[in-house]
């Protein structure tokens, strides 16, 4: 296995796509374990992994937040977001982690909404008095809200890995999403206070109704998308049908739609779509081998003979999910390591939703922590910062995520509440 050790580490320092690394490893993986002729049911395994109902719902949400971002809606959302919280101090940083809020109930995507949102907040609020890299660190550290909030795709693929609910994966969402989102706010309130950061009263504001009939057809998507899931209306994969019928008739409000946004549109969620597809398809193949292997069966002996269970267990995984996050893509991380540590947490009881939820939140935390962090690469090219200043900026934020995702894995019913009021079989 140093032979696969060491083709790993050199394809990787290279460069190699992800997806053709690991699928080059399993293949040499089966090799050098003498079960080279397993390889011939791969196609079979492959389609397997992939031919999962809730996996259906992906290009679709995909698909949604392509269409409502191309057709003018985050202009309307940061009026609207001016209008409720634009008159406290630190207002821009309030506008900036409650469009996030709005934003993900449309994308689902940490690293779309830190893009989109940088090119508007970080130079509007430096005009406004603000640091440059604090502007930066607000936008990265608001946009791990997005895979919270529903809907979301990494909570799609955590779901098709190990088939929990992904209807209430998305309701199971909703609290953890809004309290990150007020302690976010607490923080940038005492930032605020303590550096002198404008807001308050006689602040220049938009003004309210006419910010939120603007901002209607935004708001109502992820309304219609919820409201399908908790009334029973529409599966998770229906729902995503639901969603862009509702983007088309809302971008008709805002700028209109062309039929070479449609295209753009169509071609970006296909990009994006085959990109994870092939990463799955890959790593379902060092699966196979890790069953033929009986590497699960090893690792729970292993677990059992240190005393590593219950509580325990569920913070041994957030370890290795929140060093995995600093350095892999989210769904790249959640493929290759939910399928190896999540079945022996639920063996012991741990409930697949609330499991669910603190995995994707810890996983998230990655993407604004050094060294790969994703939000803040995007942030920091969209805004022309240096990278390592805008990662100690967000330093603080990066803390206080920390302490909310300990709240989500000592307190359950934060996750859990809403989908058992909802009717979902939850522990």
């Known amino acids: 296995?140093?032979?696969?050790?060491?083709?790993?580490?050199?394809?990787?320092?290279?460069?190699?796509?992800?997806?053709?690394?690991?699928?080059?490893?399993?293949?040499l993986s089966f090799i050098l374990a003498?079960?080279?002729?397993?390889?011939?049911?791969?196609?079979?395994?492959?389609?397997?992994?992939?031919?999962?109902?809730?996996?259906?719902?992906?290009?679709?949400?995909?698909?949604?937040?392509e269409i409502m971002s191309r057709a003018g809606v985050t202009r309307s959302l940061i009026n609207f977001s001016l209008a409720l919280v634009g008159r406290f101090r630190g207002g821009l940083g309030h506008v900036n982690i409650l469009t996030s809020i709005f934003f993900a109930g449309i994308s689902g995507s940490a690293v779309a909404d830190s893009a989109a949102l940088s090119r508007i907040f970080v130079p509007e609020m430096v005009a406004r008095g603000y640091t440059r890299y604090y502007a930066g660190a607000v936008t990265a550290a608001s946009s791990m809200i997005g895979p919270i909030i529903p809907p979301s795709i990494i909570m799609i693929i955590y779901g098709g890995?190990?088939?929990?609910?992904?209807?209430?994966?998305?309701?199971?969402?909703?609290?953890?999403?809004?309290?990150?989102?007020?302690?976010?706010?607490?923080?940038?309130?005492?930032?605020?206070?303590?550096r002198k950061y404008p807001g308050g009263a006689g602040t220049d504001l938009p003004p309210f109704w006419p910010s939120l009939r603007k901002a209607l057809p935004a708001l109502c998507l992820p309304v219609v998308i919820l409201g399908s899931l908790v009334f029973g209306l529409a599966t998770p994969t229906e729902g995503s049908a639901i969603a862009v019928l509702v983007a088309l008739i809302a971008g008709q409000f805002y700028?209109?739609?062309?039929?070479?946004?449609?295209?753009?549109?169509?071609?970006?969620?296909?990009?994006?779509?085959?990109?994870?597809?092939?990463?799955?398809?890959?790593?379902?193949?060092?699966?196979?081998?890790?069953?033929?292997?009986?590497?699960?069966?090893a690792l729970s002996a292993w677990v059992e003979s240190i005393g590593l269970t219950g509580t325990r267990y569920l913070f041994f995984l957030l370890l290795i999910f929140l060093?995995?996050?600093?350095?892999?893509?989210t769904p790249v991380a959640m493929t290759l390591l939910i399928p190896l540590f999540v079945p022996q947490a639920?063996?012991?009881?741990?409930?697949?939703?609330?499991?669910?939820?603190?995995?994707?939140?810890?996983?998230?935390?990655?993407?604004?922590?050094?060294?790969?962090?994703?939000?803040?690469?995007?942030?920091?090219?969209?805004?022309?910062?240096?990278?390592?200043?805008?990662?100690?900026?967000?330093?603080?934020?990066?803390?206080?995520?920390?302490?909310?995702?300990?709240?989500?894995?000592?307190?359950?019913?934060?996750?859990?509440?809403?989908?058992?009021?909802?009717?979902?079989?939850?522990?």
């Open 1 to 27: 296995m140093l032979i696969v050790l060491a083709a790993f580490i050199l394809m990787l320092i290279t460069g190699t796509a992800f997806a053709y690394l690991m699928g080059a490893v399993s293949v």
């Open 323 to 329: 060093v995995a996050g600093m350095f892999m893509d």
């Open 34 to 65: 003498d079960r080279a002729q397993f390889l011939s049911i791969m196609p079979q395994r492959i389609f397997a992994q992939l031919d999962v109902f809730a996996f259906m719902a992906m290009p679709l949400f995909i698909l949604t937040a």
């Open 161 to 194: 890995l190990t088939g929990a609910s992904v209807a209430a994966l998305f309701i199971a969402g909703i609290l953890p999403g809004l309290l990150l989102a007020a302690a976010l706010m607490v923080l940038n309130g005492v930032i605020a206070h303590v």
């Open 255 to 297: 700028d209109g739609l062309s039929a070479r946004t449609l295209f753009d549109a169509l071609e970006t969620t296909a990009r994006m779509t085959g990109t994870i597809f092939i990463i799955l398809a890959a790593i379902s193949i060092l699966g196979f081998l890790a069953g033929q292997m009986g590497w699960p069966q």
């Open 346 to 427: 639920l063996q012991q009881g741990i409930d697949p939703v609330h499991l669910g939820i603190v995995l994707c939140f810890n996983l998230c935390i990655g993407l604004i922590t050094p060294p790969l962090g994703k939000c803040l690469v995007v942030v920091s090219a969209m805004t022309e910062t240096n990278y390592w200043r805008l990662a100690y900026a967000a330093l603080p934020f990066i803390a206080v995520q920390m302490l909310v995702l300990l709240a989500l894995a000592y307190w359950p019913d934060i996750s859990l509440t809403l989908p058992r009021l909802s009717g979902f079989a939850v522990n």
